[in-house]
């Protein structure tokens, strides 16, 4: 079974600074997606990026990019200049190929500091 | 994007009693929603795959005769909480993809229902 983990509970970051979240996974399928997701105090999950494995490019989103190493299956969450509306809890998630459902890591919560 | 809404928001209920949560798909057809359950400061954790037309799969250890879903039509999935106990107090959210072949369709996230099991 696929395994996403997030080695940091929790993680503060000085605002306009640059934070990164790591994440990595274990799987044995070649073709699969991985994503990022924000949930703030609301709850509501916001996808914040994807990135499809097949491609070598690293995906971006504005403040948000990722550092995506297939081989080592490592997928990290950079955002930079941060600001205070990013404050929230940050899941990485995998999905495999074909109609599966999502598999979350155990979050990191990102406090932002004015 | 699309959205996928959730009702009620909040339930609070009675030990013993039943409770049903809603989630729809507002602006496209989901042939598959998923449910999942997170407790405070946890993660997500998958409770069931639900397709439309057919019986839910579930995951290893939730059981099947105390949370029913149903996935009667594509736009719209419940669960039921039945029996409920304290201990099924939890925050449920549902999510829904858009079908396609485009195997990057993004999974879209309900606002979630907290229930409160007294």
């Known amino acids: 079974a696929q395994t996403v983990t997030q080695s940091q509970p929790e993680m503060s970051v000085q605002e306009a600074e640059t934070v990164t979240l790591s994440c990595t996974y274990d799987?044995?399928?070649?073709?699969?997606?991985l994503f990022w997701y924000k949930q703030p105090p609301s709850r509501q999950m916001i996808l914040v990026i994807r990135?499809?494995?097949?491609?070598?490019q690293n995906a971006t989103e504005n403040r948000f990019s990722v550092n995506f190493q297939k081989a080592a299956k490592s997928f990290s969450l950079k955002i930079s200049d941060s600001q205070l509306g990013d404050a929230a809890m940050y899941f990485c998630a995998y999905r495999g190929s074909g109609n599966t459902p999502l598999v979350f890591g155990k979050g990191t919560r990102l406090s932002v500091i004015a | 994007g699309a959205v996928v809404s959730q009702h009620p928001s909040w339930v609070i209920c009675k030990s013993g009693t039943s409770v049903k949560i809603e989630c729809r798909s507002l602006?496209?057809?989901?042939?598959?929603m998923f449910w999942y359950r997170q407790f405070p400061k946890q993660s997500l954790m998958l409770m069931a795959t639900?397709?439309?037309?057919?019986?839910?799969?579930?995951e290893q250890g939730v059981e099947k005769d105390k949370f029913l879903i149903n996935h009667a039509s594509l736009t719209l999935s419940t669960l039921t909480v039945t029996s409920a106990h304290p201990e099924d107090s939890s925050f449920y959210i549902c999510s829904a993809r858009p079908p396609g072949l485009a195997a990057t369709d993004t999974q879209y996230f309900g606002p979630g229902t907290r229930l409160t099991v007294l």
């Open positions: 990135q499809e494995a097949y491609k070598q």
């Open positions: 602006d496209f057809q989901a042939t598959t």
């Open positions: 639900s397709n439309e037309g057919s019986k839910a799969t579930y």
């Open positions: 799987t044995s399928e070649s073709d699969y997606y």
